[in-house]
């Protein structure tokens, strides 16, 4: 197991999950996974469709109980009163179409512990915010998708959650509530709150995610920082834009094209590094170079790399490399 | 369990916020009332009279009635012959006070004159029969006395000819007890109006007395009738709320704050509140006009039902609901949407109404093998049962046993929903679990 929970005492995690197994009849659904989500951080799960994910995040939950391992969440076994601490969108959601949106968020705002009155004080505050203060009395079947989106959300956040559980946020959404949804979870984190978020769209995760557990086929096939992932999918490359004639610079074995015509990533030859070539370029007048940056490949790239190849064998090299570091 | 009881107060809520279910359960109702209402005040606008005096003489119509006197002791002399009909005879004041003899003097033949006439023979009768003097003809034949025979000639039969019998038969009573006191009279006249209301007592083995079998069909069948629309009304409104969580896609929602028993529970209890307000709203007004018709007092006045059956039947009504509840809610969490939920259904509310099939065997025979064993059968043995303790009284080790096996049923019923309704109703928000596929469901763990 390559986690650090032998450093760390299980309360210091919002998440901690050991060695979980959940079979649906001869389907393994999830194969002996761990991981930790650490307070304050936010948290993504990343995998193809059917990869297990859901089933994961039903199984924290509680919805779902594991045939093995152990699940801690918020410091403790799941009870009634720590479901109240959580706040979960689920990717198939949905809300009773003949109700009316505060009435409807009043309802699922009690089923988290609130009162009435507070429920209606946070909901009505949350409906300005998101723009839907005219819609308090709208029912849910007049509402747009993307408007019931937000109601969907509002709902999630209602009770200030302590952990925040969310799958495909951003489904749905234009760009403009993509940014506030994005805004509320950054200013979420900042109060505290950890996020674990489900998403397909990785460029989302690259910018916001700290860590990451990556699930292919029911096993992890990559599980740590967003940054450290990447930077042991970095090849002995770097990608420069400027003039000269790369070919001959010292410690270049190749040259490819560059993906908007005017970069260029040279591959460099064992035994340099892209700091000396750096210098090399640094030092000759015949090169101008107006950019200069490792090879380090998209969260997307890594995703098709790894769901399409070996995953074990991509969590081997990972972990490898974040040994030698 | 937390939060069922914010499941059943918002369910509540939510149903009662239904157009169609306040127009059933509120708008029929008031509906039917008003139209009651309206046909009563029209009825009583047609006709002046109090409604004492049309009990006392039989008519709502002015039509003509002419007759034949063919008896040998000539019983039935004209109204006419009996002295002048002044207003001060026969007309009934209903704010005097009333004495002996008050029935005796406003029913007089007499006060029959205008409305019934006396003929010499058929054909003389015959012909004011053709020229319209008379709406009707009777001919009271020689042997009346003996046979009561009356034969009625007229040219079309309708509600009004039926009518006007009637008031020729009062006629014929008060001229043959003419001679009898006033107080005598008065008795008579309207005992033999209605000469027997009958009262069945059966003697059974032990020797103890059950009541009117009348009485008991009414019992038996409103007891089946309430208990049977709140199971097609209450399981079927649970069944549609367990699919629309799948189908609005907010079971999952729902199941991340609240455990899914808590919310089965807070299901099963508002649909079953929701349905005895309906049941008690249709039921109660459909009685209460029934009552005001007259059509269903005289079968429910006398009837006695003892505190403890009540509070048996009470007991049944609620385990027979939580029986079919428990079951539909199953049905509601293997299916994606009510329409493929519906074609389950039969299969539980068939056997639930099976005792009406046997209603009359139930009412004359309520201990026999069929309602004994029916009684006993969980599925079956909440109307049964209802039925035969409405009915007659049933021994105690029979209804034990019925309750025990039906708790037993309760208990399977609603782990079986609650573990239907839990993860399987995640694991088929698209597709509807299949019978051949439910024990491998029930096995897994969740």
């Known amino acids: ?325 | 369990m937390t939060h069922w009881y914010q499941v059943f107060v918002f369910e509540i809520k939510r149903q009662f916020g239904r157009k169609a279910y306040l127009l059933l359960t509120f708008g029929l109702p008031v509906l039917a009332l008003v139209i009651f209402g309206a046909y009563r005040t029209y009825e009583s606008s047609r006709d002046d009279r109090s409604e004492e005096k049309q009990e006392l003489i039989t008519t709502t119509n002015d039509q003509q009635i002419g007759y034949i006197d063919a008896t040998a002791q000539q019983l039935f002399p004209a109204p006419e012959t009996y002295g002048p009909a002044t207003a001060r005879d026969c007309n009934f004041d209903p704010d005097a006070p009333f004495t002996p003899g008050t029935i005796k003097r406003v029913t007089q033949p007499k006060c029959f004159t205008g409305r019934i006439h006396a003929y010499s023979d058929l054909t003389v009768g015959k012909a004011a029969l053709e020229d319209k003097t008379i709406d009707m003809l009777f001919v009271v034949e020689p042997n009346y006395l003996a046979t009561g025979e009356v034969s009625l000639y007229t040219e079309e039969f309708n509600l009004a000819t039926s009518d006007s019998s009637g008031l020729f038969t009062d006629f014929l009573l008060s001229s043959m007890l003419q001679n009898a006191s006033g107080p005598t009279y008065d008795l008579l006249y309207l005992r033999l109006r209605q000469p027997s209301a009958v009262t069945e007592h059966r003697v059974v083995e032990t020797g103890a007395e059950e009541q009117n079998e009348d009485q008991n069909f009414v019992v038996a069948y409103v007891t089946a009738i309430l208990l049977g629309m709140t199971l097609f009304w209450g399981g079927g409104y649970l069944m549609q709320s367990v699919v629309q969580e799948k189908e609005s896609r907010i079971i999952e929602i729902l199941l991340s704050s609240v455990p899914a028993r808590a919310l089965l529970v807070g299901k099963i209890l508002a649909m079953g509140v929701v349905s005895v307000v309906q049941v008690t709203m249709l039921m109660g007004t459909a009685m209460f006009i029934g009552r005001q018709a007259g059509s269903i007092a005289d079968s429910l006045s006398d009837v006695e039902i003892g505190l403890g059956k009540i509070i048996l039947i009470a007991i049944y009504f609620v385990l027979g609901y939580l029986l079919f509840g428990g079951l539909m809610a199953a049905i509601g969490a293997m299916n994606t949407t009510s329409r493929e939920a519906q074609n389950y259904t039969a299969a539980i509310t068939l056997p639930a109404i099976s005792p009406m099939f046997f209603l009359t065997l139930f009412v004359e025979e309520p201990h026999s093998t069929i309602p004994t064993v029916m009684s006993m059968f969980p599925m079956t043995a909440p109307i049964a049962m209802m039925m035969r303790i409405a009915i007659s009284d049933v021994p105690a080790w029979q209804v034990l046993v019925s309750i025990g096996g039906m708790v037993v049923m309760i208990v399977g019923a609603l782990w079986l929903a609650g573990k239907l309704f839990g993860v399987q109703s995640l694991l088929t928000l698209d597709n509807a679990l299949k019978l051949k596929d439910l024990p491998k469901a029930l096995r897994s763990k969740s």
């Open chain 1, 1 to 325: 197991m390559t986690t650090n929970s032998s450093n760390s005492s299980i309360a210091d995690h919002a998440i901690f999950v050991q060695a979980i197994t959940k079979r649906f009849g001869d389907f393994m659904a999830v194969d002996h996974v761990n991981f930790e989500v650490n307070r304050g951080e936010i948290f993504s799960l990343l995998g193809p469709n059917g990869a297990g994910k859901t089933t994961i995040i039903r199984m924290i939950l509680d919805i779902l109980r594991p045939d093995d391992g152990q699940i801690q969440v918020l410091g403790g076994a799941l009870t009634d009163a720590t479901k109240d601490r959580i706040g979960y969108l689920p990717e198939e959601r949905g809300l009773y179409k003949n109700v009316k949106v505060l009435e409807m968020l009043i309802y699922l705002g009690q089923l988290k512990g609130m009162s009435t009155h507070d429920v209606r004080v946070r909901a009505l505050d949350l409906l300005e915010r998101f723009g839907l203060s005219d819609n308090t009395k709208s029912k849910i079947s007049q509402l747009s998708k993307g408007m019931q989106q937000k109601v969907q959300t509002i709902a999630t956040i209602l009770h200030k959650p302590d952990l925040l559980i969310i799958d495909e946020p951003f489904s749905g959404l234009d760009p403009v509530n993509t940014q506030l949804i994005q805004d509320l979870l950054y200013e979420m984190k900042a109060e505290g709150v950890t996020i674990v978020m489900s998403t397909h769209q990785m460029h989302q995760v690259e910018e916001m995610a700290d860590r990451l557990l990556m699930i292919n086929k029911g096993q992890r096939v990559l599980y740590g920082p967003v940054k450290e992932v990447r930077q042991a999918y970095a090849q002995n490359a770097v990608i420069v834009e400027g003039e000269g004639n790369w070919t001959t610079v010292p410690g270049v074995k190749e040259v490819l094209a560059g993906r908007n015509g005017q970069e260029a990533k040279l591959m460099l030859a064992p035994g340099f590094t892209p700091d000396d070539v750096m210098q090399i370029l640094a030092s000759r007048k015949d090169y101008a170079v107006r950019r200069f940056e490792l090879a380090v490949p998209s969260l997307n790239e890594i995703f098709i790399q790894v769901v399409g190849g070996n995953g074990s064998r991509a969590e081997a090299r990972f972990n490898d490399v974040r040994a030698a570091d």
